[in-house]
């Protein structure tokens, strides 16, 4: 004995045993259990209590059921549970029996069952952790995110501070309104490298406000808050992979991107700051914002918590107000231009971009689970209809009806049980594959694990399966007199309403695939337009970040230099054909948005004309391969001494000076206080919002204009992989203090802004695949079988001198029937679910006709195939042989 | 009067008396099923021992007793397993018939 914290043998295992065990039995089993297990944690052995439960299991199974009973037997001795144990285990051991012995029947109901519940409990379990589990903060349903309308501009998720001061002096709408700026690199310095981090900062009320508390050191306090930060707190990770979970970090200093910034604290494992964007970029390091009156730039997300009580409808009708007088109060900030605020809860918002595609996603999943569910409930009843013969002599007999329900139901449960494995196998692989397939554009992706979810769909699902498959079937079984199936002789049935009933399932199977196979038409046509769209440049280049330290600069221009000679560095590498650089790069989400006008009499205004703006350098059109339509490329003069000047797009080069043919030197009035500037250039407009439509014409000023953190883009002539290295070694030499990072293929911003509409083009078109052979399977199980009923009438048909052709004829005829009634009904409900579709859906009619034939010519196709191999066999019978096994 | 012969044993009988013989008196449950460990190979599964222990006493080869309760057990009773003059007779049968089988073969020779 080891005292008394001693591991005991699970109680109720061994309740079980001895209610289960004969008494003479049942000390001497029992006990030996018990001293077998007390000798396993003796030897310090694993999974003690898991093994009792093994033990008993297999000692419940082996010596309670039949074959077991001992010399003689005494059936009064027995105990309930040993009783009920000893029909289960017989019952068990039957059905497992029979289901060996008719194992394609078997394999094909798991098959079935596993194809239509692998799919399912992925994506269940992917809508599980996107759309209904909450979000890790403290009472996150009160969380919200605010976007403002502002003429143009629409559903825009940043404030410029002097909103958010506003915000939160509103009366008794919040409990709390705070902001974070756009996230930037930072460079950290240690003792051999320059390694860079990404930054955010936050107001000091943010983590308060989102409940979370670091697990060493303090949250910020006002005091952090000053011109030049130096305070940080660290995400966890960061502070385990670059500081070695080293506790004593804290209150100690590093230095970032030149400056000492004490480290006041580290977040907890798995924070992540979710502020208007669907997948929050992992951030390394917090500082604190200070919020300013500043009411000229829109670029700080705002959440808010609503005050107690305050639902967000009311919250929002308060808010016009608010904003008609801010218009009022600052006409010069708004241009009278009409001012929104919306406050939509956070995970909402959050999930809004994916929400079509997962709603499509799981329409098809059911879609392909109903087709999976009828056709293994066609095969359980045609199955059963095949046992009438054998239940009526055993009812004859003196079976009791328990006893065959209890059979029925007991292989549907091992069917279904079986079914769920393979679903929750699938649908863990499918998890995976999707998991690497998919790029990070859906929110939470990375937290959605395998394992304790999906199997818990998957036995619900398996456990709907057994209803489906077990108790219909036995309702009809149920209405059948026993003595009926005995006269009637087990190769006649063939009963109309049984085939009637099958062949509205078979056509029930065809109508879904229709719909499963018109989305997957529309979409795979839908991600070949959008491939096809000119997105106005070549992706084919390289790209990479680097910030400069502009404070170390008595003037911007030495900033602007020291970017010169980076370019200049790097076009002298070998292997590199262009180099240029911009503040945003295409399709990466960060914009800058400001208003323009041709009028100079006065400010631009919002209401009228808004573009995006982007701040580059000489080259970097040629680098993209954006074409020039009009005047030239800036000249490093033009950078270096930031004159006035800009390059437009043709878009804004028609919408201002419409039936102007050459716009050049022509003068384009800018919003933010900037300098009025002369068009130098006009370039082919770019997709650098959305692939799918042009979003907002654009605006390019010389970067020496409005400095900014730069984005190199480098086109090379082999590998880009293998210019990494040198242009790490290039911008190191030049001593510019901060590291380079971000390395990325623009290829991949590309993918990803059209990854949702390819992963959904995927999985759908997977699912219309699986129903398409799924009801040629249904098909050809009822088909198969009907033959088979009426293979009497064909060889006697056969015997007359029918030509095998015509009995082919013949039979498709019933296929034909069915397809008739199917296809319509297919094709309507397709065109009814069009418009769940039609936000992903790009270039192609809500309704397209071609798409409609093309998925109805599948199912066509599908079914045919289905029937045809029966009713091939079934022409080919020898009606000698036929008749004489009647 | 032919004497009746005595019963046929399946692999598990014979092993389970044979491991009854080894032990002797001290022969019960758990020391069973570690004596069958000791000697096979494969995992030993214990509701195949007791039914062997079942069928054994059902065809009165073996006889049993049941112990005093012990505290290791759970306050439970020990059930204790001794041969039949039978049981000897099966083993003594199997044994001779595995012998008679052998004789004059050899997995070398082959």
Redesign the interface.
Known sequence: MTGPTRVTPPLAA?WLLSRALPPD?R??????????F??RVDGRRRFNRTWCWL?TA??L???TGAG?A??PPDPFRRSFVMRIGGRFTLTFKQSARRLRYEWRYALGVIVILGVGIGPATAMLSIVQRVLLQPLAYQDPDRLGIVRINLGQIQNHPGLSPGEVIDLRHTQGLFAGVEAENRQYEVTLKTDDALVPLSAVSITTGMLPMLGVVPVLGRSFSEGDVKDQPDAVLLDYGTWRSRFGADPGLVGRRIVLSGNPVEVVGVLPAGFRLMTGRAVPKPIDVYMPMRVTSFRNFWGFPTLVRLAPGEPFDRVNATLPGLAASLVKAYPDAYSGARLQFLISPLKDDMVKTTRPALDAAIVGVLLLLAIAMANATALVIARLRTRERDFAIRLAVGAGRGSLVADVFMESALLSACGAILGAALGALGLEAARRLIPHTVPRWDDITLGGGVVLYAAALALAGLFTCGLLPLWKASRHVPWHALQSGSTRSGQADSALSRLLLAGAQIALTVVLAFSAIQLVRSATRLSEVDLGFDPNVLTFRTSIDFRKFKTPAEGTDLFERIRDRLRALPGIEAVGAISHLPLSGAVLTDAWTTDLSKQPGWDLSTANYYATVPGYFGSMKIPFRQGRDFSDVEDRTAQHVVIVDESLARAAFPGVADVTGRILRLGWGLPDSRIVGVVGHVRGIEVAREVRPQIYAPEGLFTLDQNFTVRASGDPARLIGPIQAAVKELNTGRAVAGFAMLTDNVAAATSTLRSVTGLVSILAGSAGLLSAMGLYAVIAYLLHARRRATAIRSALGATPSQLVRLHMRTTVRVLLVALPVGVGLAAAGAPLFASLTFGVAERDPASLIAAALTAVVASLAGTYVPVRQAAAIDPILALRSE | MPRTPPPLLGDIEQRVLLAILRLGPDA???PI?HELRRHTRRPV????V??AL?RLE?KRLIRSR?GEP?A???G????HFALEAAGKAALRAARQSVFSLWRGVSLDES
Not at chain 1, 27 to 36: F, I, R, T
């Open positions: 061994l039995e000390d001497a089993v029992v006990g030996d259990v018990v001293e077998l007390a000798d033990q297999m000692l199974l082996g010596l077991t001992r010399l | 019960s449950g758990v099923i599964l214990l509701p195949s007791y039914l079942r059902a049941l012990e290791r057990r759970g439970r009773a020990r059930r």
